[in-house]
C-alpha cells in the first residue's frame, strides 16, 4: 500500500521558517517524480513544486508566489521529500501536500503564519 | 501560465441525475488533464487523467473528455458520495495548475 506521511507543520512567525518532511512507503521512491501542493483556508488548491528523480536530473520546479523562499529536496535513501520554507508570510498559510505520480496524496500538514 | 477556468462554479443535482462539469484551458494542455474529487476534510482523490484515463478504482459513472483547451467531466448517475469539490488540473505546462473548483452541491 502506498502511503506518504507528512509531518513538520505548525505555527510560525512571518518571516520564520520551517521544513516539512514527507516519508514514503509502498513504492519506489527513488523512480518518482514528486511534488508539494497547497491549499489556504477557504480556498482551492495550488501546485508549490515538483522535484524530478535523480536519473532525470533531479530538476526542481516552483511556482511564481514561492520562487526564492522554498526549497524542494529528496534524500531516496530515505525515502523521504523535504519542502524547505524561509521567509514565511501569513499568505503560506495552507495545508500542504506531498504528492505522487497524481495519484498518491499524503494526509497534509498545516502551516500557519501568524504573529 | 496557463489559466485554468472552470464552469460552473456551484452545479445543483439531485441523486440519480447526470452532472457535467467543463474546463478551460487558456492554452493548449495536449491531454495532459487531471480531474480531482475533494471532500472536506479528506485528501484529494485522482478521478481522471490523461483527460480520459480512470484512476484506479474509480467507478465507471465517472468519464472524462476532450484536448487542446476544452475539457468535460462527466458524472452520469449521481450517487451521495458524489457530493464534493471536483478540480481540473493541467499538468503539460509549468507551473502545474488547476481550475478554482465546481462545487456539486444536492439539489
Known amino acids: 500500500e502506498v502511503q506518504l506521511v507528512e509531518s513538520g507543520g505548525g505555527l510560525v512567525k512571518p518571516g520564520g521558517s520551517l521544513t516539512l518532511s514527507c516519508a514514503a512507503s509502498?513504492?519506489?521512491?527513488?523512480?518518482?517524480?514528486v511534488s508539494w501542493v497547497r491549499q489556504a483556508p477557504g480556498k482551492g488548491l495550488e501546485w508549490v513544486g515538483r522535484?524530478?528523480?535523480?536519473?532525470?536530473?533531479?530538476?526542481?520546479y516552483y511556482a511564481a508566489p514561492v520562487k526564492g523562499r522554498f526549497t524542494i529536496s529528496r534524500d531516496d535513501s530515505k525515502d523521504t521529500l523535504y519542502l524547505q520554507m524561509n521567509s514565511l508570510k501569513t499568505e503560506d498559510t495552507a495545508v500542504y501536500y506531498c504528492?505522487?505520480?497524481?495519484?498518491?496524496w499524503g494526509q497534509g500538514a498545516l502551516v500557519t503564519v501568524s504573529s | 501560465d496557463t489559466v485554468m477556468t472552470q464552469s460552473p462554479a456551484t452545479l445543483s443535482v439531485s441523486p440519480g441525475e447526470r452532472a457535467t462539469l467543463s474546463c478551460r484551458a487558456s492554452?493548449?494542455?495536449?491531454?495532459?488533464l487531471a480531474w480531482y474529487q475533494h471532500k472536506p476534510g479528506q485528501t484529494p482523490r485522482l478521478l481522471i487523467y490523461?483527460?480520459?484515463t480512470g484512476a484506479t478504482g474509480i467507478p465507471a459513472r465517472f468519464s472524462g473528455s476532450g484536448s487542446g483547451t476544452e475539457f468535460t467531466l462527466t458524472i452520469s448517475s449521481l450517487q451521495s458520495e458524489d457530493f464534493a469539490v471536483y478540480y481540473c488540473?493541467?499538468?503539460?505546462?509549468?507551473?502545474?495548475?488547476f481550475g478554482q473548483g465546481t462545487k456539486v452541491e444536492i439539489k
Open positions: 488540473q493541467q499538468y503539460n505546462n509549468w507551473p502545474w495548475t
Open positions: 492554452q493548449s494542455v495536449s491531454s495532459s
Open positions: 522535484i524530478k528523480r535523480k536519473t532525470d536530473g533531479g530538476a526542481t
Open positions: 490523461g483527460a480520459s
Open positions: 504528492v505522487s505520480s497524481l495519484q498518491y
Open positions: 509502498g513504492f519506489t521512491f527513488s523512480d518518482a517524480w
